[in-house]
């Protein structure tokens, strides 16, 4: 029974996080040091670092960073 109960704790848990994805996101990138290492780790993902820097300086989709 309680491993019933744990498991519905959980799905009910997971829900409410989905439903208030992105309040939990915005309390939870309020702390300056968290919001910086964030950056830093998607940063080091090559797509998201080249859409950004192609929204930033506007360059298209074909150019190759070296």
Not at 7 to 17: A, M
Not at 31 to 38: E, G, H, L, T, V
């Amino acid at each position: 029974m309680s491993k019933v109960f744990s498991i519905l704790l959980i799905v009910l848990g997971g829900y409410y996080l989905f439903q208030k994805r992105y309040r939990v996101i915005n309390t939870v990138l309020r702390s300056p040091f968290i919001r910086k290492y964030a950056v830093r780790i998607l940063m080091n993902i090559p797509s998201v670092k080249r859409m950004t820097m192609n929204s930033v300086f506007g360059r298209s989709q074909n150019t190759i960073y070296q």
